[in-house]
């Protein structure tokens, strides 16, 4: 009996070892690049896959700079694959339960024309042999008296399982067993029926059954097996099947199994680590690569013709080829059954045909009911992006309303057509720019431009090439805002407001934090370092006046060294990862400025490269340059045409 307690502890136990054997890492230029790589080590569609970020990528300028994409990646357990879990533990068990059947010996006797015979069969696992008086009771039931007693011990002793003679019996043929056949109509059964033999009568031995099936034309189907154990221990009397026709079997026509989920109404929730359901995670998007099989055609079966017991052939039917489901955007495979993806985007099954579409359109907000968006290729987004979401795109994200306390992460470009209003937490990424009408406590980081047209407030905002505020209300009003190339807006800071305006250039954003977040990391180090080789010093010179330390200073003492030895190695990490980020910034030529085409209010503060201006007079259409170290006021200039055209057409005015 299946212990299902036990049952369920071993799938839990077998769950937990899978997902750890099947964490692996994988790397790309691209976030879809890695995750591809990590489909193909898994050996499993994209669909199938859990995986976080580890390590942010970063493509570089002019292939200086670039890093990675790094993930780690595990298949997805789901609810059928528990289900699957289950009734193979419960098979295994089943099997092992069988396997460990216990049979007792058993001992036949027949008699035949040529004498008593007799036949001792071994026992089955923990089952007793047969027992020599047992087998002597049995021949005396068979009214034999006269036999070999020597020989019937050696038999029982050894249990070959065979028939051996062990003596003669007076023989009366009119008292032999008889046997009739009956074949059902359609022939797909045969029947005997046995008399039992009278006192002198012979028993009929398997060989005589069969030869007298195939003289009544059963010649199909005997099971030869079911007829021995018969012979042995017959049933009188009664008809017994042993003829078994086969009937046709048609063959299955040529089907389409499927790569991914085709029923979209089925929930998709995933159990955090805690425990709890994430209902932001409802996995609604199925993305898939280029070159990702998403389908493959199951041929067509042959049909197995039928056999009736006397031979007769019954016909089946072969199954019938479908054809292949080709939508838009996937071609089939060199095998011409295989249906694969011609491009990065989200795999869906309309009007019958499988399709690979590069957009993926949310009708209305994200929300409770779309959860979070992750998918590989562009998003378009008709509503807005409510406050605790996320839409993760390998392409463009573009939002017709408002993104509120939300997280946005492109390769591409994002474009809001109203407004970004972070509430201090929001989070909005882009690969390449972003476009939107303003900007509001939120943090914004972009691989080449941020172009707004109604203004920028209270904002971090991070640009590789220019931060553009341009528009009838464009004014930028505190915050933190740098950039390589150019910051350019109406008007910089507030006549009122007392928050703090800083406009950074010339410079990459990225790599100054990084250069931040390295020289911190130096000085907490230089700090420890210091403190620990103080106190290894005064242990030394105590073990210096002493001559030794006590058991746990002593221990104390090599901890100490050790993380020495660990600090140490840590800045010279740090001095050359240092190295790298100052020479790369010392290779930008870039001629950084900041410009405001009305007003520059006092208060603003201007950093161009190593040079400060903390503003203390109103300028009016000005731009602020580096010259001879200093940061010069010089007359206004307009920003590059690049940032006056938008993705696609779209212009922020």
Not at 48 to 70: C, D, M
Not at 228 to 252: C, H, I, L, M, N
Not at 299 to 309: C, F, I, K, L, Y
Request: glycine share 10%; hydrophobic share 35%.
């Amino acid at each position: 009996m299946v212990d299902f307690v036990q049952l369920q502890h071993a799938m839990k136990e077998r769950l937990e070892r899978d997902r750890a054997i099947h964490t692996i890492e994988a790397e790309g230029a691209t976030l879809e690049e890695a995750v591809s790589t990590a489909s193909t080590l898994l050996n499993l569609a994209v669909r199938k896959i859990e995986y976080e970020v580890t390590v942010r990528g970063f493509s570089g300028v002019f292939g200086t700079g670039a890093k990675p994409w790094k993930i780690r990646a595990y298949e997805r357990v789901t609810v059928q694959t528990i289900e699957e879990e289950k009734a193979a533990a419960a098979e295994e068990a089943a099997a092992a339960a069988k396997a460990q059947l216990d049979e007792n010996g058993e001992a036949y006797v027949q008699m035949l024309h040529d004498g008593v015979y007799l036949k001792v069969c071994p026992p089955a696992g923990r089952g007793r042999h047969a027992a020599p008086a047992a087998v002597i009771q049995l021949i005396a039931a068979r009214g034999v008296s006269v036999y070999n007693q020597e020989l019937v011990a050696k038999i029982t002793g050894e249990a070959a399982g065979r028939y051996e003679r062990i003596g003669d019996f007076e023989r009366v043929p009119a008292n032999d067993s008889m046997v009739s056949v009956d074949i059902t109509a359609d022939e797909m059964k045969a029947y005997i029926t046995v008399q039992p033999p009278g006192r002198g009568g012979c028993d009929i031995p398997v060989e005589t059954y069969l030869s007298f099936l195939r003289n009544n034309k059963v010649i199909y189907g005997v099971d030869e097996n079911l007829l021995s154990k018969f012979a042995d221990r017959p049933t009188y009397k009664e008809p017994v099947q042993v003829g078994f026709g086969d009937r046709p079997s048609d063959g299955r026509d040529s089907r389409i199994q499927y790569n991914f989920e085709t029923d979209m109404s089925r929930v998709r929730l995933r159990e955090g680590a805690n425990g709890r359901v994430d209902f932001k995670d409802l996995n609604i998007i199925q993305n898939v690569v280029e070159g990702q099989p998403l389908a493959v055609r199951i041929p067509s079966e042959t049909g197995t013709v039928g056999r009736t017991v006397t031979g007769k052939v019954i016909p089946a039917k072969n199954g019938k080829e479908i054809p292949l489901p080709l939508g838009k955007n996937v071609h089939v495979g060199d095998d011409g059954a295989t249906i694969i993806a011609d491009m990065n985007g989200q795999v869906v099954v309309s009007g019958g045909k499988i399709n690979v579409e590069p957009v993926y359109t949310v009708q209305g907000n994200v929300n409770i009911k779309t959860g979070n968006i992750i998918f590989l290729g562009t998003v378009i987004i008709t509503g807005n992006v409510e406050d605790g979401f996320s839409v993760k795109a390998a392409g463009n994200i573009e939002v017709d309303g408002t993104v509120e306390k939300a997280e946005l992460d492109a390769e591409g470009d994002i474009i809001v057509h109203q407004g970004i209003t972070g509430k201090s937490t929001g989070l909005i990424r882009a690969g390449r720019s972003i476009w939107a009408r303003f900007i509001e406590n939120a943090q914004v980081e972009a691989g080449n431009m941020v172009v707004v047209s109604d203004g920028i407030i209270n904002s971090q905002v991070d640009a590789f090439k220019r931060i553009i505020c341009q528009g009838k209300r464009a004014s930028i009003v505190g915050g933190r805002l740098r950039a390589t190339e150019e910051i350019n807006a109406k008007s910089l800071g507030s006549p009122t407001s007392g928050t703090e305006t800083i406009c950074e250039v010339g410079f990459d954003p990225r790599s100054k934090t990084q250069l931040e977040t390295l020289n911190a990391k130096k000085e907490s180090a230089e700090k420890q370092l210091e403190e620990i080789q103080l106190n290894i010093q005064t242990l030394i010179n105590i073990k210096k006046q002493r001559k030794s330390l006590p058991e746990d200073k002593e221990a104390y003492l090599h901890e100490l060294m050790d993380k020495r030895q660990e600090l140490m190695g840590d800045l010279q990490k740090n001095k050359s990862e240092t190295a790298k980020i100052e020479e790369f910034l010392a290779t930008l030529k870039t001629r950084g400025r900041v410009s405001a085409s009305a007003r520059v209010y006092p208060g603003v503060k201007i950093l161009i490269r190593d040079a400060r201006e903390d503003v203390r007079n109103e300028y009016r259409a000005v731009t602020f340059v580096l010259g001879n170290g200093l940061v010069r006021v010089t007359k206004y200039e307009e920003p590059g045409e690049e940032s006056k055209k938008g993705p696609d057409g779209y212009i922020t005015n």
